[in-house]
């Protein structure tokens, strides 16, 4: 399984910017997709993520109401729109994507173990 991500760029605070994540060796429509940031000096964190399952999707507090998740299973691609862009959310953003039979996200807890990576795309914002 291989993952491209790309989309990535540098952008004034309050734009726009659509990442994709374009899934290849997989059967994509049973794989669920997530997506994480890592900024400077920290921890990577999950983003979003949307379930193969039952098609739920879920978002960190932090990108609520301003990052969309979403994929086309007939493209192998997921998506992550993201809008209204700060520069706090300055980052290497990473899709991921793994086999669930389960939605990725349950209560508080994020699905910790994906098994395929993309290389990251890294997102700049200037204020």
């Known amino acids: 399984v291989q993952l491209q991500a790309s989309g990535g760029g540098l952008v004034l605070a309050g734009g726009s910017l659509r990442l994709s994540c374009v899934v290849s060796g997989a059967t994509f429509e049973r794989y669920a997709i997530g997506w994480f940031r890592q900024a400077p000096g920290k921890e990577r964190e999950p983003v979003s993520c949307?379930?193969?399952?039952?098609?739920?999707?879920h978002y960190a507090n932090s990108v609520k109401g301003r990052f969309s998740i979403s994929r086309d299973n007939a493209k192998n691609t997921g998506y992550l729109q993201i809008n209204n862009l700060k520069p706090e959310d300055t980052a290497v953003y990473f899709c991921?994507?793994?086999?669930?039979?389960?939605?990725?996200?349950?209560?508080?807890?994020?699905?910790?173990?994906?098994?395929?990576w993309g290389q990251g795309t890294l997102v700049t914002v200037s204020s």
């Open positions: 949307i379930s193969s399952s039952d098609g739920s999707t």
């Open positions: 991921a994507t793994d086999w669930l039979d389960s939605p990725c996200r349950q209560g508080s807890g994020w699905f910790p173990d994906y098994d395929y």
